[in-house]
């Protein structure tokens, strides 16, 4: 991380210097590539001001501001970019890549896509509380949740069910019997 700090209207003292890329190279673990980090610190009468500007490949975040006590600006606008590198990092780990628009490439060769379906394994676990019910309470519960299936124990038959929606809108029906 390439870090410069201006001052403006101001002298500018190590120890500002030093807090500043102290405080920033706790970002590092938001960001894997270089980074250019502009600090402009200014003081103009009682008010000081921190401004942070954080440059990436494409990324462009900005932080700015404006408190009694320098410490406090410092801390409250890397605070700031903090949050805006948290919500960028939860938005990126959303986004799904679609392998037939991209090649066929996630980001993988090949050979280590061949060698993660040797050996898969359980990435997600979760425990379901049957709830008895009818198929038409299952359906409407898929309608109102928007839920791709439904795992419930049927009233009648005492059989747990799973109902799922299929491409063409309709449902589809898997009856399991015990």
Request: glycine share 6%.
């Amino acid at each position: 991380m390439k870090i410069s700090v201006t001052f403006r209207n101001t002298e500018g003292e190590e120890w500002q210097r030093e807090y500043v890329e102290e405080r920033l190279k706790k970002l590092k673990k938001y960001i894997d590539n270089p980074v250019d980090a502009r600090v402009i610190l200014s003081v103009e009468k009682f008010r000081n001001t921190a401004e942070i500007n954080l440059l990436a490949n494409g990324l462009n975040i900005n932080g700015k501001e404006e408190e009694k006590d320098m410490h406090l600006a410092i801390d409250n606008a890397i605070e700031k970019i903090e949050r805006q590198l948290k919500k960028r990092k939860e938005k990126v780990r959303g986004f799904k890549i679609n392998p037939e628009r991209n090649g066929g490439f996630i980001g993988e060769s090949p050979a280590e896509e061949g060698e993660d379906a040797n050996d898969s394994k359980v990435v997600e676990s979760r425990s379901v509380v049957l709830t008895p019910m009818s198929i038409d309470d299952a359906v409407l519960e898929m309608e109102t949740t928007k839920n791709r299936f439904v795992i419930y124990r049927d009233t009648s038959t005492e059989n747990v069910n799973v109902i799922y929606r299929r491409e063409d809108g309709k449902y589809g029906l898997l009856e399991i019997n015990s």
